[in-house]
C-alpha cells in the first residue's frame, strides 16, 4: 500500500511540477531580466527628456539675446524679461517640475521656488551630503557645455523635504549663464512602482491563468492514469481469472494422470503398511528390514502429499504474488509433475538448466508468480508431448534448456514432432485457433499474456531439422 | 527347485515395484520384475518354467499397456493366468482384461493379502494348466500307439455297440475284434470299459 501511495504521489508530481517550473520562470525573467531593463530606459527616457527641455529653456534665452543683439532691447531688459519667461516655464506629471538659472560665479539668478537665493552666491552652497553642487555645475559646464550633476534638493515647492535630484544644466555662453532642470530620483521611482505594481497584477493574472488551466491538465492527467492503471488492474484481474479457468481445464484433463500418480505411492504405502499389520505379532523383534520398510512408508507419504499441495497449489484461484524463485526448479517441478505422461508416451526428455557447476545447476532468480510460470512450462511441455505423439515411439525427443544473457532468462522448450508450419507460427498465439478438439484454445495465447505480464517474450519457431522450439524469456532478478 | 511357483511382475512405478517384491518375498515367492510390457516380453520364454507361473501386470505402463500385453499373449496362445492391477480410473479397462481370461483384477491401492490371494489362484490355475496338459500329453502318446483299425473299433466301443455289430461293420471276425478290443484296452491303459469311456470324454472336454 504504502508503495502505492508513494506511486501516485510521483506520478502526481511528475505532472504538477513542470506548469510550476514553467511559471516561475516567466516570472523570474519579468522581475530580475526585464524590470531592470525597463528601469534603465524610464531612467534614460527621463533624462533624455530633461536635456530636451534645458534645450527649450536654452532657446528662449537665445531668442532674448537675439533680440539683445539686433538692438531692440537691452542687455538688461533681455535678461529681465528672459528670466521672467523661464520662471514660469513649468512641466511634469503636477505641472510642478521648474527651471532655474544661476551665473557661473556661481551666483543665483533666477530659481521660482527659491527666491530667497536670487543674487545670492552659491559657490559655498552645499546640500545635506556636503556636496557643492553649483560649482560643480559650473565645472560641468566648463568642461562639456552642457551634463548632468546629482544631489540633494528640496522636494519641488516644498522645502521641508529634502530628496535626491539628478539636474542637467546647459550653459549659455553669451551671458555667461548656466540653465537647468532636475528630475527627482523619486519621481522615477515611483514611476517604476506603480508599473510593477501593474506588471505584478498581470503576472497573477498569468499564473492564476496558468494555475486553472494546469491544475485542469493536472486532473485529467490523474483521471487517465487512474483508469489506466484500473484497466491494467482489471486486464491483470482477467489474466488471472482466465489462467485459473485454464488451469482448471488442464487439471480436468489430468485427473485419470493425476489419480495415478496419486495410487502409486498409495499402492506401495499399502502394501507396505499392509504386510506389517498381517505379519507383526505383539513382542516381535524390530528388525532392520522393519525399519526400512517404515522408512520407505514415510518417503512414500511425503511423496503423495507434494502431489497433493502441488495439485492444490495448481488449482487455486490467488492474487498475483510474485516471489524470487530458480526458474529451474519451477522447471523440475513441472516436469516432476508430467514425468508419469511422458514416460507413458516413451519421450526421451532432457533438461540441461542453464550454467551448471560440477554438482548442480546455478539457479536462475526470477522475480515471478510461480504457479503462473509453471502452467506456462507445463503448457508448452504438453503441447510438445502432445506432438510428439505423431511421431514412431522410438525417436520422440524433448529438450528443455534454460539460459541467461545478461539480465534475461530464456527457456527453450524443443521437440522432433511434425512442427508447425511458417504461417502458423503467430496465429498459434491467438485465442480459439487451437487445432486440438478437447483444448480451450486459449492455452498459447494466455501463456504469452502471462510471460508478457512478467516483463518477457514468447514466440515459436521450427526447429533445425524438424519438429517446433517455443522459447520464452524472463527478467532476471539479482 | 525347477518346478517352485514364479511371478512375473511387470510395473513401471519403483516404490510400487519395491513393495510387491517385498510382499512376495515375505512369502518366497520367485519373483521376476520388468519395468515395462516390451521388456517382458523380450525376457519371458514361455514353457521354459516347468513349475507354476503366473503374471502381475500394472494396466498403465510406458509404451505397451497391461490390456496390450494381454492381447499379445492371447495372441501367441501362451497361456499365462495374469493377474491385472488397475487404478481405480482405469476399472472399465479392468473389467475388459478379466473378460479376455485374466484372472482377477485389484483396484490400486489394495493390502498385500489380496495380491497374495490373487497370485495363489493364478498358480494354482497354472498348476491346473500344466496338470492338464500332462495328461494331454499322455493320451496323445497313448493315442498314437492304436493302429487305424484299432481306433476305429475303439471309437465303436465309446458308442456302445457290440461286438458282433462292430464285426458287422467292419467286415471282421468276431474273434478278430475281441482281440483288437482286448490291445485297445491296454494301450490305452484302462482297467475296464468304463475307465476307457472316461478317458476319451475327458480328453475331448480339454479339446473343447
Redesign the interface.
Given at each position: 500500500l504504502n508503495w502505492k501511495i508513494i506511486q501516485v504521489k510521483a506520478s502526481f508530481w511528475r505532472i504538477v511540477l513542470p506548469p510550476i517550473f514553467t511559471t516561475l520562470l516567466f516570472v523570474s525573467t519579468i522581475f530580475f531580466l526585464i524590470l531592470p531593463f525597463i528601469e534603465e530606459s524610464i531612467v534614460a527616457r527621463k533624462r533624455e527628456m530633461i536635456s530636451e527641455l534645458v534645450s527649450v529653456a536654452w532657446n528662449n534665452l537665445q531668442f532674448f539675446e537675439q533680440l539683445e543683439s539686433t538692438g531692440r532691447l537691452s542687455r538688461h531688459e533681455a535678461q529681465q524679461q528672459a528670466r521672467e519667461q523661464i520662471r514660469s516655464l513649468r512641466f511634469g506629471p503636477e505641472n510642478s517640475d521648474y527651471f532655474w538659472i544661476n551665473d557661473r560665479h556661481p551666483r543665483m539668478i533666477m530659481h521660482p521656488y527659491r527666491p530667497d537665493l536670487e543674487g545670492q552666491d552659491l559657490s559655498q552652497y552645499s546640500d545635506p551630503n556636503g556636496k557643492f553642487l553649483f560649482s560643480e555645475m559650473v565645472t560641468v559646464v566648463e568642461n562639456q557645455g552642457a551634463g548632468f550633476v546629482d544631489y540633494m534638493w528640496q522636494w519641488k515647492d516644498d522645502p521641508s523635504r529634502v530628496v535626491p535630484k539628478i539636474s542637467y544644466v546647459r550653459g549659455f555662453e553669451p551671458w555667461g549663464w548656466v540653465v537647468g532642470s532636475g528630475i527627482y530620483i523619486e519621481d522615477v521611482k515611483m514611476e517604476i512602482a506603480s508599473f510593477t505594481r501593474h506588471l505584478v497584477w498581470v503576472c497573477v493574472g498569468i499564473v492564476g491563468i496558468i494555475m486553472i488551466l494546469g491544475s485542469v491538465v493536472v486532473q485529467q492527467g490523474v483521471a487517465s492514469r487512474n483508469r489506466w492503471r484500473k484497466a491494467e488492474d482489471e486486464a491483470r484481474q482477467h489474466l488471472l481469472r482466465l489462467s485459473h479457468l485454464s488451469r482448471l481445464h488442464t487439471m480436468k484433463t489430468m485427473?485419470?494422470e493425476i489419480?495415478?500418480q496419486i495410487?502409486?505411492?498409495?499402492?506401495?504405502?499399502?502394501?507396505?503398511s499392509?504386510?506389517c499389520t498381517?505379519?507383526l505379532e505383539p513382542g516381535d523383534p524390530v528388525t532392520p528390514e522393519l525399519i526400512e520398510?517404515l522408512e520407505?512408508i514415510s518417503?512414500?507419504v511425503e511423496?503423495t502429499s507434494r502431489i497433493v499441495k502441488r495439485i492444490r497449489s495448481f488449482s487455486n484461484l490467488r492474487e498475483l504474488g510474485k516471489t524470487r524463485v530458480d526458474l529451474n526448479i519451477i522447471i523440475s517441478g513441472v516436469l516432476d509433475f508430467l514425468e508419469f505422461e511422458t514416460?507413458?508416451?516413451?519421450i526421451n526428455l532432457d533438461f540441461f538448466p542453464g550454467k551448471t557447476t560440477l554438482t548442480a545447476a546455478e539457479p536462475i532468480w526470477v522475480l515471478v508468480d510461480s504457479t503462473l510460470v509453471e502452467q506456462v512450462v507445463l503448457n508448452i511441455v504438453q503441447n510438445a508431448i502432445e506432438a510428439l505423439g505423431e511421431c514412431p515411439?522410438e525417436k520422440r525427443n524433448l529438450t528443455i534448456r534454460t539460459e541467461v544473457e545478461g539480465d534475461t532468462a530464456l527457456v527453450v522448450v524443443a521437440d522432433n514432432g511434425p512442427g508447425i508450419s511458417d504461417d502458423r507460427l503467430e496465429s498459434v498465439f491467438e485465442p480459439f485457433t487451437s487445432s486440438k478438439n478437447d483444448g480451450l484454445g486459449i492455452g498459447l495465447s494466455l501463456c504469452r499474456s502471462i510471460v508478457e505480464e512478467h516483463g518477457g517474450r514468447m514466440w515459436a519457431g521450427a526447429g533445425p531439422s524438424q519438429g517446433s522450439i517455443f522459447q520464452f524469456t524472463l527478467p532476471v532478478e539479482c | 527347485m525347477k518346478s517352485d511357483p514364479i511371478v512375473h511382475v511387470v510395473e513401471d512405478d519403483e516404490a510400487h515395484q519395491s513393495a510387491i517384491c517385498l510382499i512376495l518375498d515375505s512369502v518366497r515367492l520367485g519373483t521376476r520384475v520388468y519395468a515395462s510390457a516390451q521388456q517382458f516380453l523380450q525376457d519371458y520364454e514361455p514353457a521354459r518354467h516347468e513349475g507354476p507361473e503366473c503374471l502381475v501386470t500394472d494396466v498403465r505402463l510406458p509404451g505397451m499397456s497391461g490390456l496390450e500385453l494381454q492381447n499379445t499373449l492371447l495372441e501367441q496362445k501362451i497361456l499365462l493366468p495374469t493377474v491385472v492391477i488397475s487404478g481405480h480410473a482405469d476399472v472399465p479397462i479392468a473389467v475388459e482384461a478379466v473378460k479376455k481370461g485374466a484372472i482377477d483384477f485389484i483396484e490400486k491401492p489394495f493390502r498385500q493379502q489380496k495380491l497374495l490371494d490373487a497370485i495363489q489362484v493364478a498358480l494354482a490355475a497354472s498348476e491346473e494348466a500344466q496338470k492338464q496338459k500332462a495328461s494331454y500329453l499322455k493320451f496323445q502318446s497313448r493315442l498314437a500307439s492304436l493302429t487305424g483299425r484299432q481306433r476305429e473299433v475303439m471309437n465303436f466301443m465309446i458308442d456302445g455297440k457290440p461286438n458282433k455289430k462292430i464285426a458287422e461293420e467292419l467286415g471282421l471276425s468276431i474273434k478278430t475284434v475281441e482281440q483288437h478290443r482286448s490291445l485297445v484296452m491296454k494301450n490305452m491303459e484302462a482297467a475296464s470299459f468304463a475307465e476307457l469311456v472316461q478317458i476319451v470324454l475327458e480328453f475331448e472336454d480339454s479339446q473343447g
Open positions: 485427473t485419470t489419480a495415478h495410487d502409486q505411492p498409495l499402492g506401495s504405502i499399502l502394501l507396505r499392509s504386510l498381517d505379519t520398510n520407505e518417503v512414500q511423496r514416460r507413458k508416451n516413451q515411439s | -
